[in-house]
């Protein structure tokens, strides 16, 4: 294979969203709607993060990644050398990259880590340790691709002088790597990460959200049994992973917190006349109202949605900034996603929630995901590519990302970072998906 070298951010077509089935209650947009006039989505990322810099929100001014020996509460962005590009540096110092591109550095250690974690996984992702570079212990990081699972059939794209493309249609992808390019992954976030996450299928058919177990077991789990709760049927689209999440959690979190400031009366408790004391409200995630009427006998306010998608983040907007990041810490979602090595972010776009619209006249994504190849303290690098408007398409313009967590920097989110972009408007759920 041929190691990766510095490149300036890929150009993906913009006008193909990325596809996905919305959920029931929760249509979208047509899955080829296109993105007129939207910019390339490297340049957004980058774009955004920049921004909050400026806002003094991100520290991006130091002469070195390492701050001038300060401490790192998360990644540090700056160049390696005056009027260099900008790299990442990871938490504790042992990964950096370039952003967007496929230039990754980092410790001999911090590869070893990753693949043993990346082989527990079951991943179709090796990282190869390369050349050793100037500043530090860090040596160049390849990427090489198992083929046990991927003997799907795939096609390369080639952008002719005039204009043209020229399809090729391969019987087998690990051929395709093997003539035409080893750094071929599949044009399609889905099934990208899925590759990193050792997914049963291409399709995801292997994948569950992943979830934190509350109580005195605590941990996580992946769509088995949670708090009691019968685990809901998740297929392959993000919309339904982040339906299983409110279905899961609401409940349990609003039984807790019914004293809560941030509870609202006929959203997230009742009363019974004469008595102060407040009842947690189901969420009833299986059942359809057939009038306000009966929603209110229930004791919803009588604008509270009928159906159990819309009804889901209507509850969970109604509880505000304070509740909303409360719910949040509790599900591992948004801010709170946090997946390790062999796992994936999965953002859904959520139509169906109040609020919900499009930036700037642009269709939206119905969602993305992005595989996690490498961990540091709380930071996070993810392989990414991008779909471009045909299946089962392969090419070699995937790039690598590096994202904080919530308890550093605000603005180094994955979630932060991808919601600024526009490309899924101004309402999205970010969680973590694995196999298993």
Request: net charge positive.
């Given at each position: 294979?041929?190691?990766?070298?510095?490149?300036?951010?890929?150009?993906?077509?913009?006008?193909?969203?990325?596809?996905?089935?919305?959920?029931?209650?929760?249509?979208?947009?047509?899955?080829?709607?296109?993105?007129?006039?939207?910019?390339?989505?490297?340049?957004?990322?980058?774009?955004?993060?920049?921004?909050?810099?400026?806002?003094?929100?991100?520290?991006?001014?130091?002469?070195?990644?390492?701050?001038?020996?300060?401490?790192?509460?998360?990644?540090?962005?700056?160049?390696?050398?005056?009027?260099?590009?900008?790299?990442?540096?990871?938490?504790?110092?042992?990964?950096?990259?370039?952003?967007?591109?496929?230039?990754?550095?980092?410790?001999?250690?911090?590869?070893?880590?990753?693949?043993?974690?990346?082989?527990?996984?079951?991943?179709?992702?090796?990282?190869?340790?390369?050349?050793?570079?100037?500043?530090?212990?860090?040596?160049?990081?390849?990427?090489?691709?198992?083929?046990?699972?991927?003997?799907?059939?795939?096609?390369?794209?080639?952008?002719?002088?005039?204009?043209?493309?020229?399809?090729?249609?391969?019987?087998?992808?690990?051929?395709?790597?093997?003539?035409?390019?080893?750094?071929?992954?599949?044009?399609?976030?889905?099934?990208?990460?899925?590759?990193?996450?050792?997914?049963?299928?291409?399709?995801?058919?292997?994948?569950?959200?992943?979830?934190?177990?509350?109580?005195?077991?605590?941990?996580?789990?992946?769509?088995?049994?949670?708090?009691?709760?019968?685990?809901?049927?998740?297929?392959?689209?993000?919309?339904?992973?982040?339906?299983?999440?409110?279905?899961?959690?609401?409940?349990?979190?609003?039984?807790?917190?019914?004293?809560?400031?941030?509870?609202?009366?006929?959203?997230?408790?009742?009363?019974?006349?004469?008595?102060?004391?407040?009842?947690?409200?189901?969420?009833?995630?299986?059942?359809?109202?057939?009038?306000?009427?009966q929603a209110k006998a229930a004791g919803f306010a009588e604008d509270i949605p009928l159906t159990p998608g819309p009804r889901a983040r209507?509850?969970?907007?109604?509880?505000?900034?304070?509740?909303?990041?409360?719910?949040?810490?509790?599900?591992?979602?948004?801010?709170?996603?946090a997946p390790v090595v062999g796992q994936s972010y999965a953002m859904a776009t959520e139509h169906s929630a109040p609020g919900s619209a499009?930036?700037?006249?642009?269709?939206?994504?119905?969602?993305?995901?992005?595989?996690?190849?490498?961990?540091?303290?709380?930071?996070?690098?993810?392989?990414?590519?991008?779909?471009?408007?045909?299946?089962?398409?392969?090419?070699?313009?995937?790039?690598?990302?590096?994202?904080?967590?919530?308890?550093?920097?605000?603005?180094?989110?994955?979630?932060?970072?991808?919601?600024?972009?526009?490309?899924?408007?101004?309402?999205?759920?970010?969680?973590?998906?694995?196999?298993?």
């Amino acid at each position: 294979m041929r190691e990766p070298k510095a490149q300036k951010p890929v150009v993906h077509d913009a006008s193909k969203p990325d596809r996905g089935s919305a959920m029931a209650g929760d249509p979208g947009p047509a899955p080829n709607a296109r993105l007129a006039g939207q910019r390339q989505l490297a340049e957004l990322v980058s774009g955004s993060t920049r921004q909050v810099a400026q806002r003094g929100m991100i520290s991006a001014t130091m002469s070195s990644p390492r701050m001038q020996g300060a401490v790192i509460q998360r990644y540090a962005e700056a160049p390696l050398a005056p009027g260099g590009p900008d790299y990442r540096t990871s938490q504790n110092g042992a990964i950096r990259l370039e952003p967007m591109t496929q230039n990754l550095q980092a410790t001999a250690a911090a590869i070893t880590t990753a693949n043993e974690s990346l082989t527990a996984a079951k991943s179709a992702v090796r990282l190869v340790q390369g050349a050793a570079v100037p500043g530090g212990n860090f040596r160049q990081v390849g990427i090489e691709w198992k083929e046990a699972r991927l003997k799907s059939s795939a096609s390369t794209v080639a952008n002719n002088p005039d204009g043209s493309q020229t399809v090729t249609d391969h019987a087998n992808l690990g051929a395709a790597r093997a003539a035409v390019d080893p750094l071929l992954v599949w044009a399609d976030c889905s099934k990208a990460s899925a590759e990193v996450s050792g997914s049963t299928s291409m399709d995801r058919g292997g994948d569950h959200v992943v979830m934190p177990v509350h109580g005195s077991k605590g941990g996580t789990k992946k769509g088995s049994k949670l708090d009691g709760l019968k685990a809901q049927e998740i297929d392959a689209s993000a919309t339904k992973f982040t339906n299983a999440v409110y279905i899961e959690l609401l409940d349990s979190f609003l039984k807790a917190n019914t004293a809560a400031a941030y509870a609202a009366v006929g959203y997230h408790y009742k009363t019974t006349p004469g008595s102060a004391r407040r009842t947690a409200l189901s969420l009833a995630p299986t059942k359809t109202y057939a009038s306000a009427q009966q929603a209110k006998a229930a004791g919803f306010a009588e604008d509270i949605p009928l159906t159990p998608g819309p009804r889901a983040r209507f509850i969970y907007h109604k509880l505000g900034a304070a509740g909303q990041a409360a719910f949040d810490v509790y599900a591992g979602i948004n801010h709170s996603a946090a997946p390790v090595v062999g796992q994936s972010y999965a953002m859904a776009t959520e139509h169906s929630a109040p609020g919900s619209a499009a930036v700037g006249g642009a269709a939206r994504w119905i969602y993305h995901y992005a595989g996690v190849i490498m961990v540091d303290g709380g930071d996070r690098v993810t392989l990414e590519n991008y779909a471009v408007g045909a299946k089962k398409v392969v090419n070699s313009n995937w790039v690598l990302q590096m994202y904080g967590t919530a308890a550093g920097a605000p603005g180094q989110t994955f979630h932060d970072q991808h919601l600024a972009t526009g490309t899924h408007g101004t309402r999205a759920t970010t969680l973590t998906i694995g196999n298993g």
